[in-house]
């Protein structure tokens, strides 16, 4: 009698510690949560405040917070007055993930300025399912534009770096220093001809 | 006149007194450790109040002892586990790597008794304190074998220098009183006890878990050497799966409260904590000046009790040190230095060292007393740097 007893006690307890195994392999959380606590590839817990702002204005970098098209970034370090870098530290890849996905033709326009270690560096941009490789020859800020064409609509821009730069003397591992980032919902050459003819417009 | 029944009632009363008082001189770890932690009260409270004199600190109740972790403490017991992060000055912490076990201590004296609540913790930790001497002392009660030895073992526990975390609200005494209990229990080949009382380690503390090695090891020496029924070996199997039951309830619990099962790991990134290799930390750590080679020393007698306790025959207890020494060191340094001089496998050692070498008793309880004075000057200097 007291034999079964204990069986059964150890029946009930390798199921407690089963339904845990399990539970400890299926988290049930946001993919904020998993980016940031989890798999640790985000900087920030909730990214700080919100603000309005529409793909098209962008994602200004230096400003403290993310526009409320976003949901979250994942692989940049603190943000910084002028903006955010990539870091190493936190993966071999960097990306922003949008509130609402984007669909047929879009032009992503980045400002970035490349670390030493990342000139003259292949680097692939994602959209989706779409890929871009990008070479950054010049070692200062520049405008870069890419143009996608996704059929679904797809939520995720991601920069991913060829290998894991290497550590910087406070232990960052820099990539690319990001000012701004904008997605457009038409093709890149209407985007310039646009951008051209504001500047023409405010030449100061 | 006396009726009858009080008669007998004042029989046995008087017959029970000797009874009582033969119990206790056979018993003498209740009192003593009774009167020490009376007199850690008084040597904590003593220091505090001279540093109140000296630079006003904030010390004017008991309760104000409550600082940094029995804070978070606090917050389990008002406002129970957060749903999702959003404490510390980047609104990225939770209360959920603070265990379960000793908030759950502190309720009556809240509840009951109406204390407030960071009077609660405090009182809670310091009852917890008179546990763990006695807990202590039946650990060790084979190896004391006269009344000055038993308080010279009790003193370990009541003086430590890092004695400060029984009276300010924090978890180490009861973790400490559990852990030895789980290793007398084991000792004693009370496969149940231990098992149970291994669970509720695992419920105050993470490192608790690990008392499911040296439970595993203890059981493995008393089957090589005994010859144990069906009946015997399924109590060792149950005992063994009691061990890390108190995580396992708290892990479900976060599970269905916030979604996600090692929450009070995960969390740990918001102090910083992300894995390293304890033995390049321990080599950082010597190489760093002050007080980071302060606690490398520290992590170098912790490594060679390991070593001493395997000499002894002691694997249960050399495990489980070198697991909890190693488990902090994989983070970082700090606070090591608590985690440390609140396991009952290193006083256990300390006790043992001391005892054969007599000596040596007053160098270590002036550097004892001595450092647990400091210790209480700076918790309530308000500095966190060497404390927490």
Same mark, same amino acid.
Request: contains cysteine.
């Given at each position: 009698?007291?034999? &079964?007893?204990?069986?059964?006690? =150890?029946?009930?307890?390798?199921?407690?510690?089963?339904?845990?195994?399990?539970?400890?392999?299926?988290?049930?959380?946001?993919? #904020?949560?998993?980016?940031?606590?989890?798999?640790?590839?985000?900087?920030?817990?909730?990214?700080?405040?919100?603000?309005?702002?529409?793909? #098209?204005?962008?994602?200004?970098?230096?400003? #403290?917070?993310?526009?409320?098209?976003?949901?979250?970034?994942?692989?940049?370090?603190?943000?910084?007055?002028?903006?955010?870098?990539?870091?190493?530290?936190?993966?071999?890849?960097?990306?922003?993930?949008?509130?609402?996905?984007?669909?047929?033709?879009?032009?992503?326009?980045?400002?970035?300025?490349?670390?030493?270690?990342?000139?003259?560096?292949?680097?692939?941009?994602?959209?989706?399912?779409?890929?871009?490789?990008?070479?950054?020859?010049?070692?200062?800020?520049?405008?870069?534009?890419?143009?996608?064409?996704?059929?679904?609509?797809?939520?995720?821009?991601?920069?991913?770096?060829?290998?894991?730069?290497?550590?910087?003397?406070?232990?960052?591992?820099?990539?690319?220093?990001?000012?701004?980032?904008? =997605?457009?919902? #038409?093709?890149?050459?209407?985007?310039?001809?646009?951008?051209?003819?504001?500047?023409? &417009?405010?030449?100061? | 006149?006396?009726?009858?029944?009080?008669?007998?009632?004042?029989?046995?009363?008087?017959?029970?007194?000797?009874?009582?008082?033969?119990?206790?001189?056979? /018993?003498?770890?209740?009192?003593?450790?009774?009167?020490?932690?009376?007199? $850690?009260?008084?040597?904590?409270?003593?220091?505090?109040?001279? *540093?109140?004199?000296?630079?006003?600190?904030?010390?004017?109740?008991?309760? @104000?002892?409550?600082?940094?972790?029995?804070?978070?403490?606090?917050?389990?017991? @008002?406002?129970?586990? @957060?749903?999702?992060?959003?404490?510390?000055?980047?609104?990225?912490?939770? %209360?959920?790597? !603070?265990?379960?076990?000793?908030?759950?201590?502190?309720?009556?004296?809240?509840?009951?008794?109406?204390?407030?609540?960071?009077?609660?913790?405090?009182?809670?930790?310091?009852?917890?304190?008179?546990?763990?001497?006695?807990?202590?002392?039946?650990?060790?009660?084979?190896? $004391?074998?006269?009344?000055?030895?038993?308080?010279?073992?009790?003193? +370990?526990? *009541?003086? %430590?220098?890092?004695?400060?975390?029984?009276?300010?609200?924090?978890?180490?005494?009861?973790?400490?009183?559990?852990? $030895?209990?789980?290793?007398?229990?084991?000792?004693?080949?009370?496969?149940?006890?231990?098992?149970?009382?291994?669970?509720?380690?695992?419920?105050?503390?993470?490192?608790?878990?690990?008392?499911?090695?040296?439970?595993?090891?203890? *059981?493995?020496?008393?089957?090589?050497?005994?010859?144990?029924?069906?009946?015997?070996?399924?109590?060792?199997?149950?005992?063994?799966?009691?061990?890390?039951?108190?995580?396992?309830?708290?892990?479900?619990?976060?599970?269905? /409260?916030?979604? @996600?099962?090692?929450?009070?790991?995960?969390?740990?990134?918001?102090?910083?904590?992300?894995?390293?290799?304890?033995?390049?930390?321990?080599? %950082? *750590?010597?190489? /760093?000046?002050?007080?980071?080679?302060?606690?490398?020393?520290?992590?170098?007698?912790? !490594?060679?009790?390991?070593?001493?306790?395997?000499?002894?025959?002691?694997?249960?207890?050399?495990?489980?040190?070198?697991?909890?020494? +190693?488990?902090?060191?994989?983070?970082?340094?700090?606070?090591?230095?608590?985690?440390?001089?609140?396991?009952?496998? !290193?006083?256990?050692?300390?006790?043992?060292? +001391?005892?054969? /070498?007599?000596?040596?008793?007053?160098?270590?309880?002036?550097?004892?007393?001595?450092?647990? $004075?400091?210790?209480?000057?700076?918790? +309530?200097?308000?500095?966190?740097?060497?404390?927490?």
């Amino acid at each position: 009698m007291k034999t &079964a007893w204990l069986l059964a006690l =150890l029946t009930i307890f390798s199921g407690v510690y089963l339904v845990v195994a399990y539970m400890v392999c299926r988290p049930k959380v946001s993919p #904020e949560y998993r980016a940031y606590y989890i798999e640790r590839i985000s900087s920030d817990w909730k990214n700080g405040p919100r603000y309005a702002a529409q793909p #098209e204005q962008g994602i200004v970098f230096g400003t #403290e917070g993310l526009p409320t098209f976003v949901k979250y970034i994942y692989g940049f370090s603190a943000h910084q007055a002028w903006g955010r870098w990539t870091d190493g530290n936190l993966g071999k890849k960097a990306g922003v993930v949008l509130d609402q996905g984007l669909s047929g033709s879009v032009c992503l326009e980045v400002r970035v300025m490349p670390a030493t270690s990342q000139l003259n560096k292949e680097i692939t941009v994602t959209f989706g399912d779409q890929m871009k490789k990008v070479v950054l020859h010049s070692p200062r800020f520049d405008n870069y534009f890419l143009d996608f064409f996704e059929p679904n609509a797809a939520d995720i821009v991601e920069f991913r770096f060829p290998d894991t730069p290497p550590p910087i003397p406070d232990g960052q591992r820099l990539g690319l220093g990001m000012e701004y980032l904008r =997605l457009f919902r #038409e093709n890149c050459i209407s985007v310039q001809k646009q951008i051209g003819a504001e500047a023409q &417009a405010n030449p100061g | 006149m006396i009726s009858p029944e009080i008669a007998a009632f004042l029989r046995n009363r008087m017959g029970s007194t000797p009874r009582l008082k033969s119990w206790i001189e056979s /018993h003498p770890e209740i009192w003593v450790a009774l009167v020490l932690v009376l007199a $850690s009260h008084l040597f904590v409270s003593t220091f505090a109040k001279f *540093a109140h004199w000296q630079f006003e600190a904030p010390y004017v109740k008991t309760a @104000d002892l409550c600082r940094w972790d029995c804070g978070w403490f606090r917050s389990v017991l @008002d406002e129970g586990y @957060d749903r999702e992060p959003y404490r510390a000055a980047k609104g990225n912490g939770a %209360n959920w790597g !603070f265990m379960p076990l000793f908030p759950l201590s502190a309720f009556p004296f809240r509840h009951f008794l109406r204390l407030s609540t960071l009077l609660s913790l405090v009182v809670a930790s310091k009852c917890a304190l008179y546990a763990a001497i006695l807990s202590f002392l039946l650990m060790v009660r084979e190896r $004391s074998s006269t009344l000055s030895e038993t308080f010279f073992a009790g003193g +370990l526990v *009541a003086f %430590n220098p890092y004695v400060l975390y029984a009276h300010v609200g924090y978890s180490e005494p009861l973790y400490f009183a559990l852990a $030895s209990i789980a290793f007398l229990q084991l000792g004693k080949r009370h496969w149940i006890l231990s098992g149970t009382a291994g669970a509720l380690l695992s419920a105050t503390r993470i490192v608790g878990c690990v008392f499911s090695l040296s439970y595993l090891i203890g *059981a493995v020496k008393d089957l090589r050497f005994r010859e144990i029924s069906r009946e015997g070996k399924l109590l060792i199997l149950l005992g063994l799966m009691l061990c890390p039951l108190g995580l396992a309830l708290y892990m479900l619990y976060l599970y269905v /409260h916030t979604g @996600d099962a090692l929450g009070f790991i995960h969390i740990q990134v918001v102090w910083g904590r992300v894995p390293h290799n304890p033995f390049v930390e321990t080599l %950082n *750590a010597l190489q /760093h000046h002050r007080w980071q080679r302060v606690w490398g020393v520290m992590i170098l007698a912790g !490594f060679l009790t390991v070593g001493w306790l395997i000499r002894e025959h002691r694997p249960e207890l050399a495990v489980y040190l070198a697991a909890v020494i +190693l488990m902090p060191l994989s983070a970082d340094t700090w606070g090591f230095a608590r985690y440390l001089w609140w396991q009952p496998p !290193f006083l256990y050692a300390l006790f043992m060292l +001391l005892k054969n /070498h007599r000596w040596a008793w007053p160098i270590y309880m002036g550097f004892a007393g001595g450092m647990a $004075s400091f210790m209480i000057i700076e918790w +309530l200097a308000g500095s966190n740097r060497m404390v927490m």
